[in-house]
């Protein structure tokens, strides 16, 4: 650890994927930098109480389910019981990996690495103040805000751990509740979902705009509503939040639906997945340049904010709250420092991976978006079933969706919703950035049999071409 008189070409303060990776960036580019994070190790949220802990229960869900179902695939077992204090340990000891891979990179590129909360000090200068109380004062010639996001929480509801839970308790339940109502459909409420339904939990899904997963395109909203059914979830959709009561044994909600009046849903446990908030509190912005809009800090194509010193990235900032977002706007961030003149985001070729059971996976304009930006579009899809090995993992639903360009073919977006569709989306990252058209897909040979065959299939079925369909 680095002394309170040190002084940097770069401070980030906060060590999740926007912050950590924008430090080995500016290392690698020969600026003398310095991380600074409140936690007790580094890694951020994502690390530590979202991407990476989530992920591992929800593998930990998949091989249960593969378990019960193995006598389809001609394995027999014994009786499939699940050991939920397993399962934590193997999501702690991924974690604690992970954080200590991080810990390594730290002192492999030469990071200065200061624990406690940093905010802005005034020009050029960051304090740190640590647990014990005590500060140190740090000078920079420039700043990257990489504090991310905490969970969102309904208005006059508090979380308890018990009772009203939110992502972050919902990894460490020491228990399976018997029912569970989750409010929220987007990316982590369907997750959750996946999660605890699986674990054997009877799970109603709330969501108060019309469908689930309402920022994808609607046919894979469609697709995976349809599959939580299918699964025995309950959704409900277009179903708004009146109150909720918490009682000694559960929780009471009370809910008006547009089709089906007001009703009081009952549950052991309640799950708030209504979003995340931009974490700006106590960070010094007051006095400086910065701007909020709507609590989220304003900065221009290279992540620069309105303090010329100043820089935000990751969940701070109005751009999708993705973990591979923020570590693109770190490096983005760190080479303007540098003065490397870089690329700045393109944002419509983000992938969206949500790692729910069915996974769902995109990139690019959805249908919906491609028509309200006066493209002439074509769509083909291919079924994922039908797919040799499709049939081989015993798919139930999913598709490949492309959306194309009319005049010219061009590809502007990919969906699907499947098996791997969190890995198939690659290819259509790469498609994208290539500029490739429709056709492009189609006359690259796809291994057979591979889940990645969908794509060139949904690729002819766009041209009127298709072959096994």
């Known amino acids: 650890m680095a002394d309170s008189q040190s002084s940097f070409d770069v401070i980030i303060i906060g060590s999740g994927p926007g912050g950590y990776i924008a430090a080995i960036r500016a290392a690698q580019l020969g600026l003398k930098t310095a991380l600074v994070e409140k936690g007790g190790a580094l890694g951020g949220t994502c690390l530590h109480v979202g991407c990476i802990p989530t992920k591992a229960l929800l593998y930990s869900a998949e091989v249960l389910e593969i378990a019960r179902e193995a006598s389809r695939f001609g394995v027999r077992t014994g009786e499939v019981k699940l050991d939920l204090a397993a399962v934590h340990k193997h999501k702690t000891d991924v974690v ?3 954080a200590k891979g991080i810990e390594f990179l730290m002192k492999k590129n030469g990071i200065a690495v200061f624990q406690g909360h940093g905010r802005l000090k005034g020009p050029g200068k960051v304090e740190v103040a640590a647990r014990d109380g005590s500060r140190q004062h740090l000078g920079t010639k420039s700043v990257i805000l990489a504090t991310g996001s905490s969970p969102a ?23 399976v509740p ?10 982590v409420g369907v997750e959750f979902a996946s999660i605890y339904s699986r674990f054997g939990s009877s799970v109603t899904l709330v969501e108060m705009l019309p469908r689930v997963l309402p920022i994808e395109d609607e046919d894979s909203s469609a697709e995976l509503h349809k599959a939580f059914r299918k699964r025995g979830l309950e959704v409900r959709v277009g179903t708004r939040v009146e109150g909720v009561k918490v009682a000694d044994r559960g929780v009471e909600v009370q809910v008006q639906s547009e089709k089906g009046g007001k009703e009081t849903l009952k549950a052991d446990v309640l799950l708030v997945a209504a979003g995340r908030r ?4 106590d960070l010094g912005l007051e006095g400086t340049k910065v701007e909020l809009e709507r609590g989220f800090v304003k900065v221009n194509g290279r992540m620069r904010t309105g303090d010329p010193a100043v820089y935000a990235v990751g969940d701070l900032v109005p751009t999708p709250a993705l973990a591979h977002v923020a570590a693109h706007e770190g490096i983005v961030a760190v080479e303007a420092i540098a003065g490397r003149n870089p690329e700045p985001i393109n944002y419509d070729r983000v992938p969206s991976c949500t790692y ?37 993992v015993l798919a139930q639903e999913g598709f490949i969706k492309l959306v194309g360009e009319e005049r010219y073919d061009e590809l502007l977006g990919i969906h699907i919703v499947g098996p791997k569709a969190t890995e198939l989306i690659g290819e259509g990252g790469m498609a994208l950035r290539l500029e490739s058209t429709v056709e492009d897909l189609f006359h690259a040979i796809h291994a057979h049999p591979t889940l990645s065959e969908g794509m060139g299939e949904a690729a002819l079925n766009l041209h009127a071409r298709g072959i096994h369909l």
């Open 178 to 187: 018997r029912t569970m109502i989750i409010l929220g459909a987007g990316a």
């Open 356 to 392: 729910s059971e069915p996974e769902v996976a995109s990139i690019g304009l959805t249908e919906q978006a491609a028509r309200a930006r006066g493209h002439k579009v074509r769509t083909g899809r291919f079924p994922i079933p039908v797919l040799g090995k499709g049939r081989i």
């Open 153 to 175: 929480m309904l208005p006059g509801l508090k979380a308890d751990g018990t009772r009203v839970i939110t992502s972050t308790e919902a990894l460490a339940l020491e228990f």
């Open 278 to 281: 931009p974490v700006t509190d």
């Open 96 to 98: 604690r990996r992970q």
